[in-house]
C-alpha cells in the first residue's frame, strides 16, 4: 500500500529556513516524479516543484532560488529545503506521487495528509 | 504559463442531479488535463487523467472529456459525497504545473 507521510511543518519567522520530508512507503521513491503542491489557507493548489526518475528538478517562479527539493533513496524520503521564507509561503503542503513508473507525465496520483508551515513573526 | 480557468466558481445542486463543470487553458493542452476533488480537511484525490481516463476506484457517474482548450467534468448524478471542490490541472506544457482556481459544488 502506497503511503506519504509529511513532517517538518511549523511556526517559522520570515527570513528562517524549515525542511520538510515526506516518508515513502509502497514503492521505490526514485523510480517515480514526485512533487510537492501547496495550499494556502482558503487557497486553491499550487505546484512548487518536482523531482523526476532521473533527478532532474522543477521549480514554480514563486520559489526557484529559495526551496530545493531532493530525495534519499536510502531512506525513500523526499525533501523540500525552504530558506528565506516569506509571509506568502504560508500553506499546508502536500507531498504526491506520479502515476506511472520511470516517466515525466505528472499526474498527481497519490497525496499525503500534508505539513502545515506557519511564516509569521 | 498555462492559465486554466474554471467555472462556474460555485454549482449549487441537489443529490440526483447532473453537475457539468468546465475547465479551460489558455492555450492548448492536448488531453493532458487531468481533475481532482478535495473535500473539506482531505487532501486532494485523482478523478480524471489524460481528459477522460478514470483513476481506479473513481465510480462511473464521473466523467471527462475534451481535447486542446475545453475540457468539462460530469458528474451523472450527485451523490451526497461528491459535494466538494473540483480542480483541473494540466501537464502538457510544464515547469509550471498548473491547476485552475477549483469549482465548489454545493448543496442547494
Known amino acids: 500500500e502506497v503511503q506519504l507521510v509529511e513532517s517538518g511543518g511549523g511556526l517559522e519567522q520570515p527570513g528562517g529556513s524549515l525542511r520538510l520530508s515526506c516518508a515513502a512507503s509502497?514503492?521505490?521513491?526514485?523510480?517515480?516524479?514526485m512533487s510537492w503542491v501547496r495550499q494556502g489557507p482558503g487557497k486553491g493548489l499550487e505546484w512548487v516543484s518536482s523531482i523526476v526518475p532521473g533527478g532532474e528538478t522543477y521549480y514554480a517562479d514563486s520559489v526557484k532560488g529559495r526551496f530545493t527539493i531532493s530525495r534519499d533513496t536510502s531512506k525513500n524520503t523526499l525533501y523540500l529545503q525552504m530558506i528565506s521564507l516569506r509571509a506568502d509561503d504560508t500553506a499546508l503542503y502536500y507531498c504526491t506521487k506520479n502515476f506511472e513508473e520511470s516517466t515525466t507525465n505528472m499526474i498527481f496520483h497519490y497525496w499525503g495528509l500534508g505539513t502545515r508551515v506557519t511564516v509569521s513573526s | 504559463e498555462v492559465v486554466l480557468t474554471q467555472s462556474p466558481a460555485t454549482l449549487s445542486l441537489s443529490p440526483g442531479d447532473r453537475a457539468t463543470l468546465s475547465c479551460r487553458a489558455s492555450?492548448?493542452?492536448?488531453?493532458?488535463l487531468a481533475w481532482y476533488q478535495q473535500k473539506p480537511g482531505q487532501a486532494p484525490r485523482l478523478l480524471i487523467y489524460?481528459?477522460?481516463n478514470r483513476a481506479a476506484g473513481i465510480p462511473a457517474r464521473f466523467s471527462g472529456s475534451g481535447f486542446g482548450t475545453d475540457f468539462t467534468l460530469t458528474i451523472s448524478s450527485l451523490e451526497p459525497e461528491d459535494f466538494a471542490v473540483y480542480y483541473c490541472q494540466q501537464r502538457q506544457h510544464w515547469p509550471p504545473l498548473t491547476f485552475g482556481g477549483g469549482t465548489k459544488v454545493d448543496i442547494k
Open positions: 509502497g514503492f521505490t521513491l526514485s523510480t517515480y516524479g
Open positions: 489524460d481528459a477522460s
Open positions: 492555450q492548448s493542452v492536448s488531453r493532458y
